[in-house]
């Protein structure tokens, strides 16, 4: 890989910015989930041991170019203190002359980079003012790479650049898991709709060995096969669009996977009655919301055959019971492989890491993403502009 890291450039005596995603939800002035902070520590902790000083440059909330005081940056100050161990010291309107002034090992907070639309207008004025700074650059906000913003990309070409501990674990994951990985690979792409994941299933059937398609996404493949899915979430319009991807899969060599079984009901409740049936034995007046038994023992047989796993998406209605069955199962399989040894597993993408949470798996993923934008983006083989600035 061609871009640097930590370990590449002399940081003694430098003047880190260090563009960081800190964007945590709030509840009042109490930072409700802290890890988003708690994973730039050791990028943090790494710059002040080799001597730079670190300046933290961040986002948050969406003040569209405005000052929004009730999305400061100071509001998240508590939070990054103590999971840092340290003093860090905010600083409203950042110069070259306050940022000097500070002791050289201390941690500095810059407001909010949105609070002007020179940020996400990625104006050349703005990133030469935030690359006047400091001397050299850290991305470690991976999950912000996929915008062209002044301080994720316009400075990265203005200054020395390298990726941050985090920016670097979630590249050499990627990496791993669709750039160069361990064949077969297999995909497992879910959701509710075709619609949103054309771009994503376009690329994979090119890239990958096993498409697992689930969700809603997968009743329109049904319908796609002439199969009625009764009152099931279906995009019948993209009936043609699923039969073109189904095409592109078989001349790419690419196997598809749709449920074998399926789980219905009346009613998208807690505890609904239910059963097991064929996929087109739907009932009229019923609706498919989760993938049935013998569909997980058919992917566990896809799973315990491939080498690589990414995942974006659930195989079902996850949120209610009992139609959380078929993605925590499915999910339990891959994690136990990935204990054994046999299987490197990468998911991300936000229903997907709360789905992983549910089924108690989370922790035994080769790697999760906590980027929702970029990792899709990435996934679709899309150029992230946050990341090819770092490259050469």
């Known amino acids: 890989m061609s871009w640097k890291t930590i370990d590449d450039l002399a940081l003694a005596g430098k003047t880190v910015l260090t563009r960081v995603d800190i964007n945590v939800p709030m509840d009042g002035d109490v930072v409700t989930d802290t890890t988003r902070i708690d994973k730039i520590r050791p990028t943090v902790e790494d ?64 407001e909010n980079t949105r609070f002007t639309p020179m940020e996400e207008a990625n104006d050349p004025e703005m990133a030469r003012f ?12 991976f999950s912000a790479a996929h915008r062209a913003h002044a301080s994720t990309e316009g400075i ?31 995909a497992v792409v879910g959701g509710a709709k075709v619609s949103t994941k054309l771009e ?3 690329n994979l059937v090119s890239k990958v060995d096993h498409l697992v398609i689930g969700g809603g996404m997968a009743n329109t493949f049904l319908v796609a096969k ?30 598809i996977h749709l449920p074998v079984d399926v789980v219905v009901a009346a009613a998208f409740k807690a505890g609904a009655e239910n059963k097991v049936a064929a996929p ?25 055959s491939c080498k690589t796993l990414i995942w974006n998406g659930p195989l079902g209605a996850f949120e209610i ?10 999910a339990r399989v891959a994690a136990a492989l990935t204990k054994a040894g046999k299987l490197v597993s990468v998911a991300g993408g ?13 922790a035994d993923f080769t790697f999760i993403s906590t980027a929702g934008g970029a990792f899709l983006e990435w996934m679709e083989g899309k150029v992230l502009p946050g990341v090819a600035a770092l490259h050469g």
């Not at 001597?51 to 003040?63: D, E, I, T």
């Not at 409203?92 to 500070?102: A, K, N, Y």
């Open 47 to 110: 710059i002040i041991v080799r001597g730079g000083k670190v300046v933290l440059l961040a986002h948050f909330g969406r003040p569209k170019g405005k000052v929004v005081p009730e999305m400061s940056l100071r509001h998240v100050l508590p939070a990054l203190e103590k999971s840092l161990g340290r003093k860090v010291d905010f600083v409203e309107r950042p110069s070259r002359s306050v940022i000097d002034s500070l002791p050289f090992d201390s941690v500095v907070l810059v």
């Open 130 to 141: 935030l690359a006047s700074l400091g001397d050299v650059f850290c991305n470690d906000a």
């Open 156 to 186: 990265a070409h203005l200054l020395p650049s390298f990726a941050g501990r985090l920016m670097e674990e979630e590249l050499r994951a990627l990496e791993a898991a669709l750039g160069n990985p361990q064949r077969p690979v297999v």
């Open 200 to 202: 994503l299933l376009g």
């Open 226 to 255: 002439g199969i009625d899915v009764g009152k099931s979430l279906a995009e019948r319009d993209m009936a043609p669009i699923a039969l073109d991807i189904l095409t592109k899969a078989k001349a790419a060599g690419c196997t």
């Open 280 to 304: 087109n034995a739907c009932p009229p007046d019923q609706m498919i919301l989760d993938a049935g038994p013998a569909t997980v023992a058919a992917l566990t047989k896809v799973f315990e």
């Open 321 to 330: 019971a009992p139609f959380d069955a078929a993605t925590s199962n499915a």
């Open 350 to 362: 936000g229903d997907t890491v709360s789905a992983l949470n549910h089924a108690g798996v989370a």
